[in-house]
């Protein structure tokens, strides 16, 4: 027994060892780092499966919920995001590009596991044979893409499970109401020669993330009736949807009625809501994955009236020191979260995206100071670095969970305010050659999952 306890003991302390060596060469190799808790992902997975099973119906049965893991798992990495998203009790896997479902699969994810649904596609350039050929559901929305699915299902001996994406308001991807019988005909014909199965019936919503605003209120009730339409016209031509589905993250928080037999979750599995005038992270129980921060490169004193970066939109209001903040608008960081404060006649204030910085008289969130450059920004330090004890090489948070004002972290919302955009923004569009980095991976996955993961990745 006591030889058990003190294997496991050792085994998790040269674990830790090893996850250790990891993070240090994670820093040596880059000073910017993207750090995803999988226990959040999982976490806020399990929020959402919790959400959709409540007040049910008599008799009716809970939702499934697709983990929405496009444009990388929405710059968390695309692999991570599945397999935490999978323990968290997702049943479905989506990605708006073919290749990334295709990569699911690759990674051995397979079809025994999850349904993956992938909808972006283009007719005379998809490969439909290897997405039928990899269990992969496909969305078609216009007769071409039909015609092409039908074709490679054909050729294959093997029918695709497709799903018809409907356009009920949002003017993306879709048959409209008006072109709807001419598909309808077609997806019979090809329906009865065994070539396709017709699994679900989809559509996607323009503002359901307003539910504050009547019009936008409204506008989500057409979409809703529209869809109820399509539905009617599909069971009529006797191909009823065994599966509709309409809900992305605003929807499943806020749209019981429209849960339908599967919900599509992006935003809310990465821990944010999909828009602030919603509430926040804490409202509905959710918790952001993500962490971005970086080590500092030089910090200095400057002068009064001393120019900062390209412009010279930032003039330092006092004796001061800077820091710089080695990631630019290479990495994501916007360049229009840059920070302007030009004194006398030509005065602007505009604070830029905050950092949270650690100072011997506690965190503060100090600005990009200036404009952001290619590979770096500036912050004001707003007094004297060695009295703050700010040195070279610390290491700074630029957002992360946002752990209260008093812990003085910024939020990807925050981000995505200094720079006039969503968080959906800040975080896919974090550069490639920022590393990502997860944490507790060994409490979330399983060890044939954490297989499927970089080894070095991990910290
Ligand atoms: C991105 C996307 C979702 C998820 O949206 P969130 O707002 O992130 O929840 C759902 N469905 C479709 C078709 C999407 O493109």
């Not at 001996?157 to 308001?169: E, I, L």
């Not at 925050?414 to 060994?442: C, F, H, Q």
Request: hydrophobic residues 40%; aromatic residues 6%; charged residues 20%.
């Amino acid at each position: 027994m006591s030889t058990d306890v003190s294997n496991t003991a050792s085994r998790s302390a040269s674990n830790a060892a090893i996850l250790a060596a990891n993070y240090a060469r994670a820093l040596s190799v880059y000073p910017g780092q993207v750090i995803v808790d999988l226990k959040a992902l999982r976490d806020n997975m399990r929020t959402l499966v919790a959400r959709v099973s409540r007040d049910l119906q008599p008799g009716q049965h809970a939702p499934e919920v697709m983990g929405v893991v496009k444009a990388d798992g929405y710059g968390h990495g695309l692999i991570p995001s599945a397999l935490a998203a999978l323990a968290g009790g997702a049943t479905w896997l989506g990605t708006a590009q073919p290749y990334e479902a295709l990569r699911l699969r690759a990674a051995g994810i397979d079809s025994s596991r999850c349904h993956i649904l992938t909808w972006l596609t283009s007719a005379p350039t998809t490969r439909f044979a290897d997405l039928i050929t990899a269990n992969i559901d496909i969305s078609v929305g216009s007769i071409d893409s039909l015609d092409a699915v039908a074709f490679a299902a054909r050729a294959l001996g093997k029918p695709a499970r497709v799903h018809v994406k409907v356009d009920t308001g949002f003017g993306r991807n879709g048959f409209t109401p008006a072109g709807f019988s001419a598909a309808l005909e077609r997806l019979q014909q090809y329906a009865s020669e065994g070539v396709i199965d017709v699994i679900g019936q989809w559509s996607h919503l323009a503002v359901a993330d307003s539910p504050d605003v009547p019009e936008f209120v409204e506008a989500t009730d057409r979409q809703i009736q529209q869809f109820h339409e399509f539905t009617k016209r599909m069971s009529e031509a006797g191909l009823a949807p065994q599966i509709r589905h309409l809900a992305n993250t605003a929807a499943t928080l806020n749209r019981p009625e429209i849960r339908f037999e599967l919900v599509r979750p992006g935003i809310g599995l990465y821990g944010y809501e999909p828009d602030p005038a919603m509430g926040d992270s804490q409202t509905y129980g959710l918790q952001p994955a993500m962490t971005l921060q970086a080590q500092l490169g030089t910090v200095k004193t400057v002068e009064e009236g001393h120019g900062i970066s390209y412009g010279r939109t930032y003039l330092t209001p006092h004796n001061t020191s800077t820091a710089i903040v080695p990631l630019g608008y290479a990495d994501g960081i916007m360049r229009s979260a840059s920070g302007f404060d030009m004194q006398g006649a030509r005065h602007i204030d505009k604070p830029g995206g905050p950092v949270r910085v650690e100072t011997n008289k506690g965190a503060r969130v100090l600005n990009v100071s200036g404009r952001v450059c290619m590979d770096q920004f500036i912050i004001d330090v707003k007094g004297d670095a060695a009295e703050l004890g700010v040195r070279e090489g610390d290491t700074v948070t630029l957002f992360g969970p946002g752990r209260g004002l008093e812990f003085a972290e910024p939020t990807a919302d925050d981000w995505a305010k200094a720079a006039g955009t969503i968080s959906y923004e800040i975080m896919t569009g974090i550069g490639a050659r920022v590393p990502r980095l997860y944490r507790n991976a060994y409490e979330v996955l399983f060890s044939s999952d954490i297989a499927k993961l970089d080894e070095k990745s991990l910290i």
